[in-house]
């Protein structure tokens, strides 16, 4: 059985880094992009990048370019999401999800993690 | 390429059958068979229903089904259920290779 397993909820300061992890199992995580979507507080969903484990070959959104960086460990089938500083509007559920390439669509979901930034 | 647009808001009876759009350009939806649609319950995970504009995933009901023309992608559900309120999110791979979500449209099951 597939299964996207995200690491648990955070609260954090603006300022402080994060990094939140995607574990993966029931598939070799070396053939399939993971994603990253970004859900802020009832709004719509936001892609965020994509990486590929076999290579860590990553594409990212212009509008999340060089505000976060995802990361693939290939040893324990993770893929991470992470900020060097956080922002109170980088608050929201993030979630993995797995891409079918080719095909361009993600058809199974991390649970998502909720970031929460205040001070 | 910014959000692909989705009406805000769809409602429907029981029984009835109803029909949501997603428009977006000649660098997306326009471009490629890869539209995907997604539901959402409150609190839920998003859950595919629709891949490659038609492509019904196993255990997903055969009262969802999607189209496409031109730059405008649509999902119909027929036979509404009360269960089918929920917001419903499309998707496009685009020319830049990226994947765009649209801004989601929130169906009522009055």
């Known amino acids: 059985e597939v299964q996207l397993v995200q690491s648990g909820a955070e609260v954090k300061k603006p300022g402080e880094s994060l990094k939140i992890s995607c574990s993966v199992s029931?598939?070799?995580?070396?053939?399939?992009?993971i994603g990253w979507v970004r859900q802020l507080p009832g709004d719509r969903l936001e892609w965020m990048g994509i990486?590929?484990?076999?290579?860590?070959?990553?594409k990212y959104s212009q509008s999340f370019k060089g505000q976060v960086t995802i990361s693939a460990d290939r040893s324990n089938n993770t893929a991470s999401l992470q900020w060097s500083s956080l922002k109170a509007s980088d608050t929201a559920i993030y979630y993995c999800?797995?891409?079918?390439?080719?095909?361009?669509?993600?058809?199974?979901w991390g649970q998502g993690t909720l970031v929460t930034v205040s001070s | 390429h910014s959000a692909l647009t989705q009406p805000a808001s769809v409602s429907g009876s029981p029984g009835q059958s109803i029909t949501m759009s997603c428009t977006g350009t000649?660098?997306?939806?326009?471009?490629?068979?890869?539209v995907s649609w997604y539901q959402q319950h409150p609190g839920k995970v998003p859950k595919l229903i629709i891949s490659?504009?038609?492509n019904r995933p196993s255990g997903v009901s055969n009262r969802f089904s999607g189209s496409k023309s031109g730059n405008t992608a649509s999902l119909t559900i027929s036979g509404l259920q009360a269960d089918d309120e929920a917001f419903y999110y499309c998707a496009s791979y685009t020319t830049n290779s990226t994947l765009l979500f649209g801004g989601g449209t929130k169906l009522t099951v009055l």
């Open positions: 490659s504009v038609t």
């Open positions: 999800a797995r891409l079918v390439l080719g095909r361009y669509y993600f058809d199974y």
């Open positions: 029931g598939y070799r995580f070396t053939t399939y992009w």
């Open positions: 990486i590929y484990p076999d290579d860590s070959n990553t």
């Open positions: 000649s660098s997306d939806v326009g471009s490629y068979n890869y």
